[in-house]
T-cell receptor, first 112, second 117 residues
Framework: DGGITQSPKYLFRKEGQNVTLSCEQNLNHDAMYWYRQDPGQGLRLIYYSQIVNDFQKGDIAEGYSVSREKKESFPLTVTSAQKNPTAFYLC???????????FGPGTRLTVL | AQKITQTQPGMFVQEKEAVTLDCTYDTSDPSYGLFWYKQPSSGEMIFLIYQGSYDQQNATEGRYSLNFQKARKSANLVISASQLGDSAMYFCAMRERLKTSYDKVIFGPGTSLSVIP
């Protein structure tokens, strides 16, 4: 089955700790994206990658970092510099940057 | 300025009835795309339907159709024969071209749809 997987589904973190969210796709898509969703709101773009070994900041990149060493994988690290990291994080991918984005199931991060 | 407006925070519809979810957008780019996504309580965003700015006909996908009125900059989603499983958040989104050639997708705030048996 082709698709996008995110792990873990739920993640708890203590203040001051970095944490990495996983996103993997086997759709052979070039482009991948990370979004943040806060309760009752739409999605905001954190980072995106149009191709392997390349990524760009989105609207709210501060306190986050990414890597794109493999086409299938686009992990997101939430650093201690992110002041309010508790949110729902969604990963997406598309064939290319102009095509429809398809989403993974999301990771719910809670900072204790 | 809001690029995507969804004026209905919450909607109710009787099972088997049709419902229209409103979406208006703002762009100066002549080439853009409009999307609707469904987000059930599980959280996953499910792609429903796409309309390109140059498409002559309104997009349809099964029970979903997009009422595209370009001059009014509206892209309303119509769901026919509502089912209980249609209860979810619905997001309108627009893709527009940035100077860097990356097609950025902007999401609206969403509309919560509840289907009543």
């Amino acid at each position: 089955d082709g698709g996008i997987t995110q792990s873990p589904k739920y993640l708890f973190r203590k203040e001051g700790q970095n944490v990495t969210l996983s996103c993997e796709q086997n759709l052979n898509h070039d482009a991948m994206y990370w979004y943040r969703q806060d309760p009752g709101q739409g999605l905001r773009l954190i980072y995106y990658s149009q191709i392997v070994n390349d990524f760009q900041k989105g609207d709210i990149a501060e306190g986050y970092s990414v890597s794109r060493e493999k086409k299938e994988s686009f992990p997101l690290t939430v650093t201690s510099a992110q002041k309010n990291p508790t949110a729902f994080y969604l990963c997406a991918s598309s064939i290319d940057p102009t095509d429809t984005q398809y989403f993974g199931p999301g990771t719910r991060l809670t900072v204790l | 300025a809001q690029k995507i407006t969804q004026t209905q925070p919450g909607m109710f519809v009787q099972e088997k009835e049709a419902v229209t979810l409103d979406c208006t957008y703002d762009t100066s780019d002549p080439s853009y795309g409009l999307f609707w996504y469904k987000q059930p309580s599980s959280g996953e965003m499910i792609f429903l339907i796409y309309q390109g700015s140059y498409d002559q006909q309104n997009a349809t996908e099964g029970r979903y159709s997009l009422n595209f009125q370009k001059a009014r900059k509206s892209a309303n989603l119509v769901i026919s024969a509502s089912q209980l499983g249609d209860s979810a958040m619905y997001f309108c989104a627009m893709r527009e071209r940035l100077k860097t050639s990356y097609d950025k997708v902007i999401f609206g705030p969403g509309t919560s749809l509840s289907v009543i048996p």
